[in-house]
């Protein structure tokens, strides 16, 4: 029997803490934790050399290992994603208070700080992946777009640091979200003490979990072996001069970016094609809005209207994410900001860095507004895309995180200008690169939906499939024991008894066994054995028919083989032999047949004639009436069922033909 998995449900308590945890943990990704780029990207890990402020091979190690360990430790820990937001939590308070004091943290503290935003994105997206799975489509949406949406705003917050004064008065207020963050993950931690166990496909396998956390773990473990690549290791890496490589600028950075993206695309496509194509949409669209994201900030000179910008395209993009029409959507605004962005070209003369210059404000809301929602719906749709396959954390979070960091640190390389994409203080130097990349971005997350809804509408065909056979097989095993108890116990008695009985009993008893046997095989679920013949043992229908042959039968094949697949040349067999049965039983004792095989290319026609005594084609209507169903179900129902035509034509007087054609399916 075939057993359906149920999908896991939620209740109204438990949905309210999971969204609050979700929402409040994202906040954690808008404080500045250190003093890094204002890079809009979910994951913030140096590629080359040592982090900032590191000093010491304590720090170091901390450095490499604390964003290791916490993303190894969070994919396994992936049922208890609230305690990962605690955590990560815990950790930006106490730093965050740490400054309101003004108490002195040791170096490897700050370098342990690089473990906040792995624990962070994992237990978003988890709790977004868990949502989606007990069929909060919307909701989960939502929050997995809200955390890119989040590391949006942590880019106004980075430059605000820079750029503030009184830059201790603004820790207070990072620490009251960190409080704020912590309090909201407590209610869920508490109603998933046991676990989340929504959060898995049930029955997921094994090995793709492990699959998820090594790719995940070695993505982010690239940052030491790259960091190692010092000119002169770089360039007999690949085989360029050391004089080469130091007259450009960014094309250091550009090649170990590229050697990052071919490693991490490899790893992710070890774990499926869904987390590879994912992770990819993800990482484009990152790379793709932090050129836009850092000239409308600047131009907006980081006044209320920066804030107010970036939320309503958070917004936006949350919504677009959580509607029904999510793909088109998410694709629709991505292409709309491509196009604002060809605008703002146009319109500055290919400088757009004069927006911040000329301290556009209506210019940069519009950016930010379309470039905040592009990146939140595109990486919404995606969460909804991916969720099936369980692998939502892995894939949107180190994975398209670490494609991020090392695609924009190509697209910093390949810079027409030789500058980088973001250069004085976020100040954009070329966005055509930016155009592309939200296009590409549109079309990943167009494909992702068309690619999902193919697998459900395969899967919703595979499920009836299921249940036609469930059904199938309810109803021979409800036919069987009332035909086992009664029709199989008379056949068997006649076929014991009949030879007693004289004259013709010897040959009723031989058909009472025949028939027992076919019934048993029906009920069994096998194919019916036609009455006096063999199954045919080979798929060349004109050898099958031409051994009906007989004094009485004579049949007309071509001189070449006529394949057809099986079971179809079993099923036409048995038409004949019912045919042919007809024709015996009651075209009148000196009846003859004639059995006519065609070969058609796409199918094969049958025509069987006999010259007996007909009959009125009303009769065959009257004997369906009747409960007398051979024709109705020997013949032309084994016809219908192969996706063929039959005609049948008789007159009294004037014998019988019947007609049929079937395809032949390779």
């Not at 508490?190 to 699959?211: E, I, K, M, N, Q």
């Amino acid at each position: 029997m075939i057993v359906r998995m149920e999908e896991p449900t939620t209740t109204p308590a438990l949905r309210a803490a999971t969204v609050t945890a979700a929402l409040a943990a994202a906040v954690l990704l808008v404080v500045p934790l250190r003093r890094s780029g204002p890079m809009p990207l979910l994951l913030d890990v140096p590629l080359q050399g040592r982090p900032v402020g590191v000093s010491g091979a304590l720090d170091a190690v901390v450095a490499v290992g604390a964003p290791v360990v916490a993303v190894v430790a969070g994919l396994l820990a992936i049922r208890r994603w609230p305690w990962l937001l605690s955590a990560a939590a815990l950790l930006t308070l106490t730093a965050l208070l740490c400054g309101v004091a003004g108490v002195a943290t040791p170096e490897w503290f700050g370098s342990l700080l690089l473990a906040v935003r792995p624990l962070v994105v994992i237990g978003v997206f988890a709790a977004a992946q868990s949502l989606i799975r007990c069929g909060e489509i919307r909701l989960g949406a939502v929050v997995a777009g809200s955390c890119v949406g989040a590391a949006m705003i942590g880019s106004a917050s980075v430059l605000q640091y820079w750029f503030g004064t009184g830059r201790g008065g603004g820790l207070d207020w990072f620490a009251g979200l960190a409080v704020a963050a912590l309090a909201g993950t407590v209610p869920a931690g508490w109603l998933l003490r046991r676990g989340d166990t929504a959060v898995l496909p049930a029955g997921g396998s094994r090995g793709r979990r492990w699959r998820l956390v090594v790719a995940g773990g070695l993505a982010i473990a690239l940052t030491w072996p790259l960091g190692q690549l010092t000119s002169d290791r770089l360039s007999v890496l690949i085989g360029v001069s050391e004089s080469s490589l130091n007259r450009h600028q960014y094309a250091q950075s550009a090649v170990i970016g590229a050697i990052a993206v071919v490693i991490v695309a490899v790893l992710a496509a070890m774990t499926g094609p869904w987390s590879l194509g994912g992770a990819l949409t993800a990482a484009v669209v990152q790379v793709a809005a932090v050129g836009p994201m850092l000239l409308a900030l600047t131009s907006l000179k980081l006044g209320p209207a920066s804030w107010v910008a970036v939320l309503a395209g958070l917004a936006l993009g949350a919504t677009l994410a959580g509607s029904r029409w999510r793909y088109p959507l998410s694709a629709a605004v991505t292409v709309t900001a491509a196009v604002a962005l060809i605008i703002v070209s146009v319109a500055t003369s290919g400088r757009p860095e004069k927006l911040a210059d000329q301290e556009s404000v209506i210019p940069g809301v519009l950016l930010a507004v379309v470039v905040t929602a592009a990146a939140t719906a595109v990486v919404g749709a995606t969460a909804t895309a991916l969720t099936p396959a369980g692998v939502v954390p892995a894939a949107l979070g180190p994975l398209a995180g670490m494609l991020a960091i090392g695609g924009l640190q190509v697209v910093n390389g390949t810079n027409p200008r030789g500058t980088a994409v973001w250069s004085g203080y976020g100040r954009a130097a070329d966005l055509d690169v930016s155009v592309w990349l939200l296009l590409v971005a549109a079309a990943g997350v167009g494909g992702l939906g068309l690619a999902r809804q193919w697998a459900n509408r395969r899967a919703e065909r595979r499920l009836a499939e299921q249940i036609r056979l469930e059904a199938a097989e309810a109803e021979r095993n409800r036919l069987a024991r009332p035909i086992h108890d009664g029709v199989l116990q008379v056949l068997a008695l006649v076929q014991r008894h009949g030879a007693d009985l004289g004259g013709t009993g010897s040959q009723l008893a031989a058909l009472a066994g025949e028939q027992e046997v076919a019934l048993r095989s029906l009920l069994s679920g096998g194919a019916p054995t036609p009455p006096g013949e063999k199954p045919p043992a080979s798929d060349d229908l004109r050898t099958t028919l031409t051994a009906l042959a007989s004094a009485t039968v004579e049949v007309a094949a071509p001189a070449d083989p006529v394949p057809l697949p099986q079971p179809a040349a079993g099923e036409v067999t048995a038409v004949v032999l019912a045919a042919l049965d007809n024709v015996r039983r009651h075209a009148g004792p000196d009846a003859r047949a004639w059995v006519l095989l065609e070969d058609e290319g796409d199918g094969v026609r049958v025509t069987v004639r006999d010259n007996g005594v007909g009959f009125d084609p009303v009769r065959l209507a009257e004997a369906a009436g009747e409960g007398r169903l051979g024709v109705a179900q020997s013949i032309r129902g084994r016809i219908t069922d192969l996706g063929g035509t039959i005609d049948i034509f008789s007159r009294p007087g004037q014998g019988t033909e019947i007609e049929f054609w079937v395809p032949r399916r390779r």
